[in-house]
């Protein structure tokens, strides 16, 4: 018999993978593991009887396998997963900061110090004096909306 056709050489490539897969996990290399076993028993049952289906009953039914059961045994046994805050903008709102360059009145920009930087400003119209303390409510595109603390 060839080395592709024999029974023992799938059970032992199937039996290797299922094995690796403690030592190299994601829940892939289990289902090689197990497609090589069918291929085993197809073997030993005289279903196939050449390399070539061997290969191909191996490759579709690993794919097949995959698509259907990863996500099975995912959901089943869990992983340390966590999703933390995606919006950077909800972590600076009403953040305490000082004003270093006279912002107002009216439009005028002005400048605060945040996260070890300079920012540009804007107040609510009435000036706000450097030195102060404000507390910033908003961004607008690379400026910080700030009022003054009451």
Known sequence: MEFSNDVVAWGSVGL???LAELAI??????FLGTSALAVAL??????IDNWMHAFTLWFILSIVLLLIFRNVGQSLVGGDSTIGN???N????????KVIETIGPGNKKGRIYF???NWTALGDGSEIASGETVKI???ENISYV?????
Do not use: A, N, S, Y
């Open 86 to 88: 995606t919006d950077e």
């Open 16 to 18: 290797v993978l299922m």
């Open 115 to 117: 996260q070890g930087t």
């Open 25 to 30: 996990p994601g829940g892939i290399i289990v």
């Open 137 to 139: 409510i908003c961004r």
């Open 42 to 47: 197809t073997l030993q049952f005289g279903i």
């Open 146 to 150: 700030v009022e003054k603390i009451t």
């Open 90 to 97: 909800l972590d600076v709102f009403g953040h305490e900061v």
